[in-house]
């Protein structure tokens, strides 16, 4: 019996693999960004690292779910790949279809690079029917395997940690939750079906926010001292 698409989809990382996942810390993550920013995908990945959303959800994003006014976008839908061949699907469960809110820097980008969009059909005269965020110069969507391959291709030239393009959703959430994002938050970013799902798949964090946790009690009841 062949696969379905929800056979297909990304499947959501449990405690037993979350030992063997690779994230980047925050200086990497930027050294990553700083090195691609002229390539022609580097909103992509920049999306990517700053939401934490799946590979199929940043294929699927049409601009109709972008609001670059009130910097948040609305995840209801994905583009997946089954035997190399384009379905888009809808997101099934609440939690999954969520609003993600966007920081300056990527609003930026995504404006700068909806005009590029924008001028590329004013100059060639197609019409980009499909709206989405992220095309080819007919409109069509970029497919993600060329993400991906894409990824490895560009950190093959960069001296940084291999990790997988799944990695920077990782990334993400390790990070906001090293700053002290409350973990309810990180979960709704990352449309997790329970926070209690969150804290078992990214419990290498917990250690460092408990030395956190009892460092800042402890300056709240004794000072300094």
């Not at 590979?55 to 109709?64: C, F, K, M, S, T």
């Not at 699907?89 to 969009?117: F, G, N, W």
Request: charged fraction near 20%.
């Amino acid at each position: 019996m062949p696969p379905s698409v929800a056979d297909l989809a990304d499947a959501p990382t449990t405690s037993r693999n979350s030992r063997t996942m690779s994230v980047w810390t925050s200086d990497e993550l930027r050294a990553f960004l700083d090195a691609i920013s002229d390539h022609y995908l580097y909103p992509l990945y920049l999306l990517a690292a700053t939401t934490g959303m799946r590979r199929a959800e940043i294929a699927g994003l049409v601009w109709r779910n972008v609001d670059l006014d009130t910097a948040r976008l609305t995840v209801s839908q994905q583009l997946l790949s089954v035997e190399y061949k384009l379905i888009e699907s809808d997101l099934k469960t609440p939690t999954s279809r969520r609003t993600i809110d966007l920081d300056p820097h990527t609003v930026a980008q995504l404006r700068l690079h909806r005009r590029r969009q924008l001028e590329d059909r004013m100059a060639t005269g197609r019409r980009h029917n499909g709206g989405y965020v992220f095309a080819k110069s007919d409109g069509s969507p970029i497919h993600p395997d060329l993400i991906s391959q894409t990824f490895e291709r560009l950190l093959a030239k960069i001296d940084l940690p291999r990790i997988r393009l799944h990695d920077l959703r990782h990334t993400h959430a390790t990070i906001l939750l090293q700053q002290g994002v409350n973990p309810k938050v990180v979960s709704e970013r990352l449309g997790h079906a329970s926070v209690s799902f969150t804290m078992d798949v990214y419990q290498h964090v917990l250690p460092g926010m408990q030395a956190q946790a009892a460092a800042t009690f402890g300056t709240a009841i004794f000072g300094d001292s």
